[in-house]
């Protein structure tokens, strides 16, 4: 076992080292973790100590909410890789409140687990907790979602997609649909996370190429596929036959959306394109009825890279401190892909 009251030190040392050796800081895009070269790593040395009860590790892990395909797939990954190892697991839910998850973090702190992963609900607003959970020298892994601090030293690595590609590939995607014309509705995610702001920086960076194809209308849904509904069913009696498409920034928003336009006696996938982000089973099923159009995938199972990052800190090895899955894109011509690939 390792020394955890050591760890964060001797990641900030490795670090210095590492930037000293000019080595590269850009992340592999890799489904798992990768042999780390070239690149800025993590690492710590291993130390006899037991887990946190004293026979196995334990693992905490903060998520923001356990609501949606998404989230309930990256809850149900970590807790099935996890227990799988034999190791014990805290769990909390911050039901969607960024307070209610820096309070979850300090109290899964007190229980001194060995590892603490956090899916951030926003970049802004977990700095105390990291700092708490950096002062009880318990290394922090994120997933899903950044949040402000110093890779290597404010947390050990994050496991995350490409949002930015992903934002790209599905205006490049409505490039390709619309032969470059579309009126665009935009449905944000909750605002402040890392995930949603990168798609649509990638998003509106490919618009840029397409002066036909125009924003007409964004608002945030905070991922949630009610709230989704509600704001798209006021957006329609605003906008009405103006909208040709909509991109949402996860497909539980653009499911909502969806029911919204059935509602207005629309026609999904024929009156309005519909394009989402993540790949679960139910939006993948819309593709092949013809409600969506495009899916790019974000996937949701992060447990076992989860696990391969705490075998290889448990035995002293380097990670990568940013870790990039490998992603597609989904539509009707590789329905047979998508469907066993969703979660």
């Known amino acids: 076992m390792i020394n955890r009251k050591k760890v964060l030190s001797v990641v900030l040392a490795g670090i210095l080292a590492v930037l000293m050796a000019g080595c590269s800081t850009e992340a592999e895009k890799v489904a798992e973790v990768p042999e780390a070269e070239n690149q800025q790593e993590a690492e710590v040395t291993p130390q006899e100590e037991t887990g946190g009860n004293g026979d196995k590790l334990v693992i905490a892990f903060s998520q923001t909410d356990n609501v949606g395909g998404f989230k309930i797939a990256e809850t149900e990954s970590i ?9 014990e697991l805290l769990f909390t839910d911050a039901q969607a409140s960024t307070e209610k998850q820096v309070s979850d973090i300090e109290d899964l702190i007190s229980q001194k687990p060995d590892y603490l992963v956090i899916a951030p609900r926003e970049a802004e607003g977990l700095s105390t907790a990291l700092e708490a959970a950096k002062a009880a020298g318990i290394p922090v892994i994120l997933v899903d979602r950044l949040a402000n601090g110093e890779a290597g030293v404010d947390y050990v690595t994050c496991l995350q997609s490409d949002c930015v590609w992903e934002g790209e590939a599905a205006a490049k995607w409505l490039a390709e649909a619309t032969e470059g014309k579309a009126n665009i509705v935009v449905l944000e995610g909750t605002p402040g996370a890392t995930s949603g702001i990168d798609r649509r920086e990638g998003f509106q960076k490919v618009l840029e ?24 069913e006021n957006i329609l009696q605003a906008h009405g036959d103006e909208i040709t498409a909509v991109y949402a920034d996860n497909d539980d928003m653009t499911l909502g959306a969806i029911q919204s336009a059935k509602a207005a006696g629309l026609k999904p996938g024929e009156d309005i394109i519909f394009i989402g982000v993540d790949g679960t089973k139910e939006a993948v099923e819309a593709i092949k009825t013809g409600e969506i159009g495009c899916i790019v ?47």
């Open 297 to 343: 995938e974000c996937n949701a199972h992060f447990g076992p890279g989860v696990v391969d990052v705490i075998k290889k800190l448990e035995n002293g090895e380097s990670v990568p401190t940013e870790i990039i899955s490998d992603d597609m894109v989904f539509d009707i011509t590789n329905i047979d892909t998508a469907l066993e690939r969703a979660f």
């Open 79 to 87: 807790r099935e890789s996890v227990t799988a190892e034999g190791w």
């Open 209 to 232: 190429d397409y002066p036909d194809m125009k924003i007409i209308a964004s608002q945030t849904a905070n991922f949630m596929r009610a709230e989704a509904q509600k704001v798209f």
